[in-house]
């Protein structure tokens, strides 16, 4: 992987214009490595813009306050000198820019951990064993700061990035954290990663209408076979609690949670037949694999899919694949 890294800082080293962006449906990894990313490459001197063609969740609201974030259609430039860094994104289509800006650029630098990622930039520093991307991008910047003997990791982007590391390992809960995960952590507070801001921002703000939402997506939980759990949130849903697409993810880790339960899966519905799923498992079945062959990836423990098709056409197509592999 140390190879993978020296290429990548030397392209960062020889370039001078970047774009940074991640995936659709932003996440604490999403937002904390791209942040990270960006405010490094800022304090190296180079121009850089942040692009995201999605909306920012609530509960990670506060680590873009003062975040000029772009949408592609504000870019109307010469991108042939550009650089894109894709993070924490498993597949060249989930990039959240314009497929212009994917084409347009000089170079595509991909660093992801997602274990389905298939090497899409030209440049990739991907290890699926990490517990983030945030991880890679601590390493990177702690390898980046021996070749120029500056500390690129201060307060703000230790701050981010021990927001992707705790979202990505469940407060450390899950199979993913690493014993080098506890040795960046214990680094990042030393720096002066605000932690209990970021416990309190994301754990303990929801707002009350969440609950709501939780009750009615608590109201559709089926269990098949004791194995595989399941719950649905439509937009009517959603529309009725005023809670947005992207602030309800946190939702699908009560279908894995059940004792017994191997599998949990939420069916959370985009449009009338766009139906995004979310896959968790807890000891042995590999949902990623199961993700992929709906078109989606990512990890062994948590991945997932987007199907075109009713919510009750796709519930059913995933659990009858699902339970081919309890």
Do not use: W
């Amino acid at each position: 992987m140390k190879i993978n890294m020296e290429n990548i800082i030397n392209a960062i080293q020889e370039g001078n214009n970047f774009i940074v962006t991640s995936h659709c449906s932003p996440d604490g990894d999403n937002i904390g490595s791209t942040l990270s990313m960006y405010n490094a490459l800022k304090k190296l001197g180079k121009n850089v813009l942040y692009v995201l063609d999605d909306t920012i969740p609530v509960n990670l609201g506060f680590l873009v306050e003062n975040v000029n974030i772009l949408k592609s259609e504000e870019i109307d430039m010469n991108l042939s000198d550009y650089t894109l860094i894709s993070l924490d994104c498993g597949d060249f289509n989930r990039i959240c820019v314009s497929d212009q800006i994917k084409t347009s650029v000089e170079k595509l630098i991909c660093i992801d951990h997602h274990a389905s990622n298939d090497n899409f930039g030209d440049l990739n520093y991907i290890n699926p064993n990490e517990s983030s991307t945030c991880e890679l991008v601590y390493n990177l910047l702690k390898e980046y700061s021996k070749t120029i003997d500056i500390q690129l990791i201060d307060a703000d982007i230790a701050t981010y990035l021990y927001t992707g590391l705790l979202t990505d390992t469940g407060n450390f809960s899950y199979s993913n954290t690493n014993p080098s995960s506890y040795l960046m952590a214990y680094d990042l507070v030393n720096v002066g990663a605000k932690k209990d801001l970021i416990i309190q921002k994301i754990f303990q703000s929801n707002p009350y209408n969440y609950y709501k939402l939780l009750g009615e997506a608590l109201d559709t939980l089926d269990i098949v076979d004791e194995k595989v759990a399941s719950m649905m949130l439509t937009i009517d849903m959603l529309n009725r609690n005023g809670i947005s697409f992207n602030d309800a993810d946190g939702v699908t880790s009560y279908t894995r949670d059940i004792d017994g339960v191997e599998v949990g899966l939420l069916f959370k519905e985009k449009s009338e037949n766009e139906i995004k799923v979310s896959f968790r498992s807890k000891n042995y079945v590999d949902v990623s694999f199961i993700a992929q062959k709906f078109g989606g990836g990512g990890h062994v423990r948590a991945s997932g899919c987007t199907i075109k098709d009713s919510i009750e056409n796709a519930k059913k197509m995933v659990i009858d694949e699902v339970l081919k592999h309890i």
